[in-house]
DNA sequence: CATTAACATATC
DNA sequence: GATATGTTA
């Protein structure tokens, strides 16, 4: 197994969850911009969690709920349970238990907060692929996979089509999505069997059936990312939100790190991201390879994961 | 007073 | 084991 290939990982983050907690209390707040508050006498109490609706009229975490209403006149505003003038996060994290017992039945899980939890996926993909006589996927079974650099411009999404391009103006996300599955499954069914790539694609598979078996049986709804390692997975599960799962194949990572600020890898979003910014001058990820791991190590020591 | 709370890790 | 520091949502 090739380097760094060597497990397929999942992080599985719930979408604005203590929005989707009080949403399903009470149904009047389903599909309409609001948020998670705490406190009230202040500006009407701090934001903690926005939905997808509210997001869209620039509402956003840490915002006073005062201030969020001129951007959003008719948000509705849930508030946390108070117990001796603290906010009490009692309810969430009963919430939560009810994920973690679902998402437990597919994989062990680390969870690392509230909303988050992070699997080692490879023996359960093991298992499956086993199980699998064909050893093949059906693209309908990927229906809220996103694969992070596909489709790949310049090539067709199947063999007997040689007229059909990769056009953004005429394709919508959702064909687009489709496309790029089907392009990827084309291309990573051929080579090597049980090869790193089609190991995330089972790992995918997995994390499908996981997300629909917590939505049916607590009605909440989250995004995923799969891939080799944590930090990965964590940066895969943010490029389609919310509802939506990313494949972060190895291959892709080095044209999205091309354009990705060193501050969206997860750990680096606060001062270490800075001063690698700053002492090396550097503003993407991708811009880290011209330096030797020698050179990282020096000023970055060795306690910090170099 | 005006985020705030949770969590992980380093340090004493 | 307590306390400080860093990071995230």
Known sequence: MDYGKERVVALVDMDCFY????????????NTPCVVAQY????GGSIIAVSYEARAHGVTRNMWVDDAKK???????????ESHGKADLTHYREASVEVIEVMSRFAVIERASIDEAYMDLTA????????????QINPCLLRTTYIQGYPQSGQEPSADDDSSQVDDSIMDKEQRRSIGV????????????????????????????????????????????????KVLAKLA??????????????????????TLPISKIRNLGGKMGASITETLGVANMGDLTQFSQAQLGQHFGEKTGF
């Open 71 to 81: 951007l959003c006149p008719d948000l509705q505003v849930a508030r946390v349970r």
């Open 182 to 229: 089907q392009q990827w499954l084309a291309s990573s069914s051929i080579g090597e069997q049980n090869s790193a790539e089609m190991q995330l694609t089972v790992g995918a598979l997995i994390v499908e059936e996981m997300r629909a078996a917590v939505e049916k049986h607590t009605g909440f709804r989250c995004s995923a990312g799969i891939s080799h390692n």
């Open 237 to 258: 599960c943010g490029l389609n939100k919310p509802n939506r799962q990313t494949v972060l194949p190895l291959d892709s990572v080095a044209e999205l790190f091309s």
């Open 19 to 30: 929005v989707q907690v009080e949403q399903r209390l009470n149904p009047a707040l389903r």
């Open 40 to 43: 009230k006498t202040w500006k």
């Open 124 to 135: 359960a993909v093991q298992q499956r692929w086993k199980n699998m006589p064909d050893q």
